[in-house]
């Protein structure tokens, strides 16, 4: 049983290797995929809904209640799906300040904000 306390998210990433399906149990949960388009998709969801978010494709989920806790239940097309946190992978993995600043397009001081120093 997941569970999404008021106001929290879970931040950007994907499953390399597998599908998820998110059935909500309790509450309202917005959710959001990016597609190989890059366009944006988003649904709130409510008790008794199902979402899929495809194999490999960047989504997040995220408890706007500012009261309620979200409770839910995830299933994988795979027994290993792997997990990649897009915000760690790109900002806490050592890649460089120039590297980012350049695929981002953004100045030095964004990067050190973005890394949280």
Same mark, same amino acid.
């Given at each position: 049983?997941? @569970? ?8 950007? =990433?994907? =499953?390399?290797?597998?599908? /998820? ?6 509450? %309202? ?16 969801? =409510? /008790? ?10 960047? =989504? ?7 009261? @309620? ?7 994988? !097309? ?20 120039? %590297?980012? @600043?350049? !695929?981002?397009? %953004? ?11």
């Amino acid at each position: 049983m997941l @569970q999404y306390p008021p106001l929290t998210l879970n931040a950007l =990433h994907t =499953h390399p290797r597998g599908s /998820e399906l998110l059935y909500i149990v309790q509450g %309202v949960l917005d959710v959001g995929l990016i597609d190989s388009t890059n366009k944006l998709f988003t649904q709130t969801l =409510h /008790e008794g809904d199902l979402f899929v978010f495809p194999k490999g494709l960047v =989504h997040f989920q995220i408890n706007s209640d500012k009261k @309620q806790t979200v409770k839910a239940v995830a299933g994988f !097309s795979s027994s290993n799906p792997g997990l990649i946190r897009l915000p760690a992978n790109l900002f806490k993995s050592g890649i460089s300040d120039t %590297v980012l @600043q350049k !695929s981002f397009g %953004v100045t030095a001081d964004t990067i050190k904000t973005l890394k949280g120093y």
